[in-house]
T-cell receptor
Framework: GQNIDQPTEMTATEGAIVQINCTYQ??????LFWYQQHAGEAPTFLSY????GLEEKGRFSSFLSRSKGYSYLLLKELQMKDSASYLC?????????????FGRGTSLIVHP | DTEVTQTPKHLVMGMTNKKSLKCEQH?????MYWYKQKAKKPPELMFV???????INESVPSRFSPECPNSSLLNLHLHALQPEDSALYLC??????????FGQGTRLTVV
């Protein structure tokens, strides 16, 4: 089983930087994903970490520390369209399958 | 083609109806998933198929019945649902070691 924790809601200003944290406890860690989900739409993939360190992808970066059970998603140069829910998902290998389990999501509100 | 296609996009059904949700992917992914998502909640895993075999059933009520006719298709058969089953049903697929790709979902309303 897993226990994934992330803040419920964050607000930030257009053009700023925001960091969304995710902590987890799992028995069979096999990667951590960040997804973005706009209201009423499907989650879209943002980033993937399986080894410790920082992965950078344009305005988005994600960091992982496996020993601390900790990840963050960093969003730079925020735009209004970045207002969405950001889901941390931890993947385990169990029952012969890779299983991503989602945290509750962080609702990010970007204001002018 | 990096798409997962779900049909229908919206479905309204009565509690005595039988309906099916469909999901299709042509990325050669061998793992396919059904998730259920209620408003302001994260997706909750229902079923996992790996190489066309059901590998995970997260204690889902029998009124939900999954089927994987081939490696590209995944169905979810619905029968005698309850109003609390109203939700967004998401299909996803992945290849070993890769991220899961999600379809746009079916918005289900049970009346």
């Amino acid at each position: 089983g897993q226990n994934i924790d992330q803040p419920t809601e964050m607000t930030a200003t257009e053009g700023a930087i925001v960091q969304i944290n995710c902590t987890y406890q799992t028995s069979g860690f096999n990667g951590l994903f960040w997804y973005q989900q706009h209201a009423g739409e499907a989650p879209t993939f943002l980033s993937y970490n399986v080894l410790d360190g920082l992965e950078e992808k344009g305005r988005f970066s994600s960091f992982l520390s496996r020993s601390k059970g900790y990840s963050y998603l960093l969003l730079k140069e925020l735009q209004m369209k970045d207002s969405a829910s950001y889901l941390c998902a931890v993947r385990e290998w169990t029952g012969g399958s890779y299983i991503p389990t989602f945290g509750r999501g962080t609702s990010l509100i970007v204001h002018p | 083609d990096t798409e997962v296609t779900q049909t229908p996009k919206h479905l309204v059904m009565g509690m005595t109806n039988k309906k099916s949700l469909k999901c299709e992917q042509h990325m050669g992914h061998r793992a396919m998933y059904w998730y259920k998502q209620k408003a302001k909640k994260p997706p909750e895993l229902m079923f996992v198929y790996s190489y066309e075999k059901l590998s995970i059933n997260e204690s889902v009520p029998s009124r939900f019945s999954p089927e994987c006719p081939n490696s590209s298709l995944l169905n979810l058969h619905l029968h005698a649902l309850q109003p609390e089953d109203s939700a967004l049903y998401l299909c996803a697929s992945s290849q070993d070691g890769s991220e899961a790709f999600f379809g746009q979902g079916t918005r289900l309303t049970v009346v």
